[in-house]
Nanobody, 125 residues
Framework: QVQLVESGGGLVQAGGSLRLSCAAS????????MGWFRQVPGKEREFVEAITRSGDTTYYADSVKGRFTISRDNAKNTVYLQMNSLKPEDTAVYYCAAKISSSSDYAIPKNYNYWGQGTQVTVSS
């Protein structure tokens, strides 16, 4: 069992930056691959980025390529999402998630075992 708590969301102007954090407690953090997803009302949860247990490999959605960066600090039990050059279409609730299996698809929400409560990111034009 692991508990996830996101922070760092807020309101930012287009072109600005935010860094989201996701703090984990419970079972060994380094046992989990981690992902960030986002969701807007009426739409399915969308994959943003993911990172392997060791942090040596990352995966990202084309929509955030070159703008967002995922990282993790296993000593601090925290995963981060650095978001630069934000656009209004990045507005969403952002969720972090933990995945036990290292073999399942990182981009599919149902493959994740634990989820945080989400943090709102709003980008104004």
């Amino acid at each position: 069992q692991v508990q996830l708590v996101e922070s760092g969301g807020g309101l930012v102007q287009a072109g600005g930056s935010l860094r989201l954090s996701c703090a984990a407690s419970g079972r060994a953090f380094s046992s989990y691959a981690m992902g960030w997803f986002r969701q807007v009302p009426g739409k399915e949860r969308e994959f943003v980025e993911a990172i392997t247990r060791s942090g040596d490999t990352t995966y990202y959605a084309d929509s955030v390529k070159g703008r967002f960066t995922i990282s993790r600090d296993n000593a601090k039990n925290t995963v981060y999402l650095q978001m630069n050059s934000l656009k209004p279409e990045d507005t969403a609730v952002y969720y972090c998630a933990a995945k036990i299996s290292s073999s399942s698809d990182y981009a599919i929400p149902k493959n994740y075992n634990y989820w945080g409560q989400g943090t709102q990111v709003t980008v104004s034009s």
